[in-house]
């Protein structure tokens, strides 16, 4: 079973940028590039919402349309980590963020579907204010 370890959350103001880590301890076994990972957000009161992920080796990323050309997932297997860049960050992307890899070495389709995602870190909180 794998742990995941975010980081990189913080109280910034609007307009600001923000990187968030995701570290992944080894997965069954099994090297971690052979699993997609993916970041999800919940901001309080609201449902958990898909944010981004990326296949194995990061070549092929999928992200919701709220976010995309702000945000930008990346991963480099040497050392087990995810990262997701964040722009032009704005109140509405208050939320804990949350980062999950899949549950099976699954053909990468670009969904958003939690359902495929088997473990979950515990998350790192972004608040952004003025």
């Known amino acids: 079973q794998a742990q995941l370890v975010e980081s990189g959350g913080g109280l910034v103001q609007p307009g600001d940028s923000l990187r968030l880590s995701c570290v992944a301890s080894?997965?069954?076994?099994?090297?971690?590039?052979?699993?997609?990972m993916g970041w999800f957000r919940q901001a309080q009161g609201k449902e958990r919402e898909f944010v981004a992920e990326?296949?194995?080796?990061?070549?092929?990323?999928y992200y919701a349309a709220s976010v995309k050309g702000r945000f930008t997932i990346s991963r480099d297997n040497r050392k087990n980590t995810m990262y997701l860049q964040i722009k032009t960050l704005s109140p509405g992307d208050t939320a804990m963020y949350y980062c999950?890899?899949?549950?099976?070495?699954?053909?990468?389709?670009?969904?958003?579907?939690?359902?495929?995602?088997?473990?979950w870190g515990q998350g790192t909180q972004v608040t952004v204010s003025s």
């Open positions: 999950g890899i899949f549950r099976a070495t699954v053909f990468f389709q670009g969904s958003g579907d939690e359902e495929d995602y088997g473990t």
């Open positions: 080894v997965y069954s076994g099994r090297a971690l590039s052979m699993y997609s």
């Open positions: 990326l296949n194995g080796n990061g070549d092929s990323t």
